[in-house]
Nanobody, 115 residues
Framework: VQLQASGGGLVQAGGSLRLSCAAS????????MAWFRQGPGNQRDLVAH???????YYADSVKGRFTISRDNAKNTVYLHMNSLKPEDSAVYLC??????????WGQGTQVTVSS
């Protein structure tokens, strides 16, 4: 299974971006889809996740600004990011877990927010 993330870039504070992560080669359905971000300290922090039942979770720092969604037909998860702040700058990585429990990481996409 390969995860391909895209949509990162450079944006001014207050701007918006939409990240996408598409899975290919998955032999089973995808239960859990999530976005993490990794800053200069290399710690990966959970930003948001969405389950197969469309239950969502958001980190406090992004509530009200970010929205996670999924397209099961395309095995794709999205992260709509609004009102971006410089502290949102990081490498954003997608993670998916199949119904079998097998986990996969995407390669990451850089988001840079200028002040």
């Amino acid at each position: 299974v390969q995860l391909q993330a895209s949509g990162g870039g450079l944006v001014q504070a207050g701007g918006s971006l939409r990240l996408s992560c598409a899975a290919s080669g998955a032999p089973f359905s995808i239960n859990y889809m999530a976005w993490f971000r990794q800053g200069p300290g290399n710690q990966r922090d959970l930003v948001a996740h969405i389950t197969a039942a469309d239950s969502t979770y958001y980190a406090d720092s992004v509530k009200g600004r970010f929205t996670i969604s999924r397209d099961n037909a395309k095995n794709t998860v999205y992260l709509h990011m609004n009102s971006l702040k410089p502290e949102d700058s990081a490498v954003y990585l997608c993670r998916m877990i199949l119904t079998t429990g097998s986990p996969y990481w995407g390669q990451g996409t850089q988001v840079t927010v200028s002040s």
